[in-house]
């Protein structure tokens, strides 16, 4: 039989292979088993893999070797649930086995993912002797690492007593894909230091190690052994180092590196386009897609996702949608992974998300990735119902949230105040362990935008180690909670323990100084944000220029303002409401008018500031002609600004047009819009208009206790002692009561509060 094995290896097609089956069959040979064996792997490798397992199933009696062959063709064709049926077949029916068939039988146990059939093969494996085999030995250790214990992996490698090159290889590598990065690279240490002669694949493992963790420094060392070592580089190797690279930062390297490939695939095409997306470089890569485009490259769907990228990160939604087109065109599969999860995440940027959930609701597997995309999508859209729904949607069909979903979740039911449903996800961390620095961070922020600041102080204080971002949501928060001096003392610990901070640091403190009137620590605030080196920012400057308006010191205010780069419409707005605040109408006035020759369209919220201005400062006509001018450019007025126009007619005197507004207004008058017209009435003594409107003012619904207050002084003023009693009872019914007032003195750079009956203050002592 051993003459024909040389005819075996010339076997090139499935024609040949058959005829020298017809020619063992004629000779009789074909029940030898070494002839019944090759002819099993030559049909498998050919091709006809259904014809091996013909002759395997007609043999009589298999022998281990044969097993093995069988075995090893079903792992080529993936019939993973086979081979372990032939495995455990050829337990039960031969006594003594031989080392060969377990490196296949242990691939296919990486391949189902199942450690308790892993375990048992291993026990198998020493009860026969097999341990010492080096080839069984590394497939343990594979077999260990791919299914994610690299504990165990170790064990087999510490225990090995000859380590090759593909052993070292393995388990660094286990480590690497297992998240241990830095226990990978001291592995690939010890392999240098071991002077074992390294491969590509070692070469390969430490790659990527050095590109998870981030150490260029390490990265470009490893690089330069392999052009000393004259070691020849291969596709996979090139692409690990672009990557590599790319992960570092070093997006130059990478270019070098890849102008220097001769033959380009496409891997090496994509991970140049991946390196320049993961640094921001969007244009760049685009245009390197282009490039690929023009020299005839094929793309494959990992190409396609990361150009998908590109264009959800610049916001190109007619690009990205001609990408979609040739998704479609070309019949690529939208619902799968990666191109269904990069098509969610573009529409999802691009604000399109009626597209959005098309993509999502074609998809039949739909991944972890895409449910995240579409929820984060709907509570940017400020859509947070949307956002909860799809959630609960997704825990019915047995989808396990990660670390970005949960977070987002608590983004959505922080926008509605939904701390019932906060808190359930909060359990649900709790109990699951997945508490991550920014799973931590959005509690905080949850619990603070849903006025339940203690819980948030609660995890702030139980996290360890606090990075800038945890320290700038807590300061927020407290700041939102109306505790902005305790959010400025949050500043002066950071200041004091030298940490991080960044422009979100400096923005949340300002607005704390801001809220309390608090200018010599804004002042103080502002010189530390020059000496740490804060680049201008335009939203910090924005800020700043609040601050300094709102604390009346308007000339730095606005040079703050006129030293700006860049100016949104907050930023006018900012300065133009200064203006207004202090009376000083005619610069409001002006500098909204250099705000629309600059090409700036007002909106709502700038009306609103301006209108507000003129009320106070009782500008009727100028008041009057920003009103129209919202008609005029198609700015749809809401009940603020029919509050403020209501105001300004009812300060004037003219009461019966101020009501007559609210007559005819698109919507039902709410409190702020009747107690304007109230206060008017008050000032100009018009109770008839009062006693016209009496039912209406019974019937209003609201917590403003300044509205019960004034309606009842003006009742009491006018003689109307009764009504006034019931509008105090209604009060009382409802469970309000009159806020005590409180004033704040800035005295010797420190703000010192004092209430309404408050004899030991220290504004009293002062005043005394």
């Not at 993936?78 to 039960?92: G, P, T, V």
């Not at 996800?425 to 709790?430: E, L």
């Not at 930023?571 to 203006?579: D, H, Q, T, V």
Request: proline share 2%; aromatic share 10%; net charge negative.
């Amino acid at each position: 039989m051993l003459q024909y094995m040389p005819l075996f290896r010339a076997c090139s097609t499935l024609k040949s292979v058959t005829q020298l089956h017809a020619h063992l069959i004629i000779n009789g040979l074909h029940k030898d088993p070494l002839a019944s064996t090759k002819l099993i792997e030559s049909y498998s490798q050919m091709g006809s893999f259904k014809t091996s397992k013909l002759i395997f199933n007609a043999y009589p009696n298999p022998d281990s070797f044969m097993y093995g062959v069988i075995i090893k063709c079903h792992v080529w064709n993936n019939s993973f649930q086979e081979s372990i049926f032939l495995y455990h077949n050829m337990i039960y029916h031969l006594p003594e086995t031989n080392s060969f068939v377990y490196p296949s039988v242990l691939r296919v146990i990486s391949a189902i993912g199942d450690l308790g059939i892993g375990r048992k093969v291993h026990g198998r494996i020493l009860k026969c002797g097999f341990e010492s085999d080096s080839i069984v030995e590394t497939a343990l250790l594979s077999m260990y690492g791919e299914l994610g214990w690299t504990r165990y992996a170790r064990k087999v490698f510490d225990e090995m007593s000859v380590r090759d090159v593909v052993s070292w290889s393995s388990v660094v590598l286990s480590y690497v894909r297992n998240g241990q990065a830095k226990e990978g690279l001291e592995m690939f240490g010890n392999l240098v230091k071991e002077g074992v002669e390294i491969d590509s694949v070692a070469l390969l493992s430490a790659v990527e190690t050095c590109g998870e963790l981030g150490v260029w420094r390490i990265g470009k060392s490893v690089h330069g052994y392999i052009l000393r070592k004259s070691i020849q580089i291969d596709g996979s190797l090139t692409n690990s180092l672009v990557a590599m690279y790319g992960k570092c930062g070093d997006t130059c390297s990478a270019e070098l590196l890849f102008d220097n490939v001769v033959d380009k695939s496409i891997y090496t095409w994509t991970a140049m386009i991946s390196c320049y997306n993961q640094n921001g470089c969007y244009h760049e890569a685009l245009a390197l897609f282009v490039k690929m485009h023009v020299s005839d490259v094929e793309y494959n769907e990992v190409t396609l996702m990361a150009v998908l990228c590109s264009c959800a990160r610049l916001g190109w939604l007619k690009e990205g949608k001609s990408i979609h087109g040739f998704i479609v065109r070309n019949a690529l599969d939208c619902s799968n992974d990666l191109l269904g999860s990069a098509l969610v995440d573009l529409y999802a940027n691009c604000g399109k998300l009626s597209d959005c959930h098309k993509v999502f609701g074609s998809s039949q597997n739909r991944h972890i990735v895409s449910w995240n995309m579409l929820i984060s999508g709907y509570v940017q859209e400020g859509s947070a119902e949307k956002a909860l729904t799809l959630f609960v949607d997704m825990a019915r069909k047995g989808i396990l949230p990660d670390s970005y979903t949960l977070a987002s979740v608590l983004s959505a039911s922080g926008d509605i105040g939904f701390s019932e449903f906060g808190c359930q996800i909060h359990s649900r961390i709790i109990r699951t362990g997945i508490s991550t620095e920014f799973v931590k961070n959005s509690l905080i922020d949850m619990y603070s935008k849903c006025g339940l600041v203690d819980y948030a102080l609660m995890i702030f204080k139980d996290t360890q180690e606090r990075s800038v971002v945890t320290w700038n949501s807590m300061m927020c928060g407290l700041t939102q909670n109306g505790l902005s001096r305790e959010a400025i003392g949050l500043f002066d610990e950071i200041y004091s323990k030298l940490s991080e901070m960044d422009e979100v640091t400096f923005l949340a403190v300002i607005q704390a100084c801001s809220t309390i009137g608090w200018l010599e620590k804004g002042k103080w605030v502002h010189h530390k944000l020059i000496i740490f080196g804060v680049r201008q920012d335009m939203y910090v400057d924005t800020a700043l220029t609040d601050m300094y308006a709102k604390c009346g010191d308007l000339s730095m205010a606005r040079r703050v303002f006129d030293s700006m780069l860049e100016r949104s419409i907050i930023s006018w707005s900012a300065m133009i409401g200064g203006y207004g605040m202090h009376s000083q109408i005619d610069d409001a006035i002006s500098l909204f008018h250099e705000m629309v020759n600059s090409g700036i369209k007002p909106n709502d919220i700038i009306l609103t500031n301006i209108l507000s201005a003129c009320s106070h400062a009782g500008y009727l006509e100028e008041g009057k002609y920003f009103f129209n001018l919202m008609i005029d450019l198609t700015i749809e007025p809401k009940p603020e600004h029919f509050a403020c126009l209501v105001d300004l007619l009812s300060r004037a005197g003219d009461i019966d047009k101020a009501y007559e507004v609210i007559t005819w207004m698109p919507f039902p008058a709410d409190v702020s819009i009747w107690g304007a017209l109230v206060n008017g009435c008050r000032i100009h003594n018009r109770m008839d208009i009062i006693k016209m409107i009496q039912q209406r003012l019974e019937n209003m619904q609201t917590d403003d206790t300044g509205y019960y207050t004034l309606v009842s002084n003006i009742y009491a003023e006018g003689g109307e002692w009764n009504e006034s009693r019931m509008v105090r009872s209604k009060m009382r019914s409802l469970g309000l009561r009159k806020v005590d007032g409180y004033s704040m003195i800035e005295v010797e750079k420190r703000i010192h509060t004092g209430k309404v009956n408050d004899t030991c203050s220290f504004i009293k002592r002062e005043i005394n």
